[in-house]
């Protein structure tokens, strides 16, 4: 069973920065398109960004266009989300996901089939 292992989560005063990391547990595991999707309290889940297999096209929710990055060492089964300019409303767990049959970055969930157990975020004011 592959896991998906995220880190980079905590507490960061608006304007700052965060780095989310993802990793695959696996080293045979080939993900296809990845993606970090968030749940902020009392909502529903939503995509935040997405990566196709080959990292040559991306998705942004347009809450996070011009803020947020997403990159991808395939090498490393890695996937990486860089939050700039976070905002309070930013605040949520941050899951990340992966597609063993979806090559380009999508911002359904479900297009995902592998998913990690969450990091939280939290932007203080």
């Known amino acids: 069973q592959v896991q998906l292992v995220e880190s980079g989560g905590g507490v960061v005063q608006a304007g700052g920065s965060l780095r989310l990391s993802c990793a695959a547990s696996e080293r045979s595991f080939t993900p296809l398109a990845m993606a970090w999707f968030r749940q902020a309290p009392g909502k529903e889940i939503e995509s935040v960004a997405a990566?196709?297999?080959?990292?040559?096209?991306?998705y942004f929710a347009d809450s996070v266009k011009g803020r947020f990055t997403i990159s991808r060492d395939n090498d490393k089964k890695m996937v990486v989300l860089q939050m700039n300019s976070a905002k309070p409303e930013d605040t949520a767990i941050y899951y990340c996901a992966t597609s063993q049959t979806t090559i380009n970055a999508s911002g359904s969930s479900r297009a995902y089939d592998q998913w990690g157990q969450g990091t939280r975020v939290t932007v203080s004011h």
């Open positions: 990566i196709s297999w080959m990292g040559s096209n991306t």
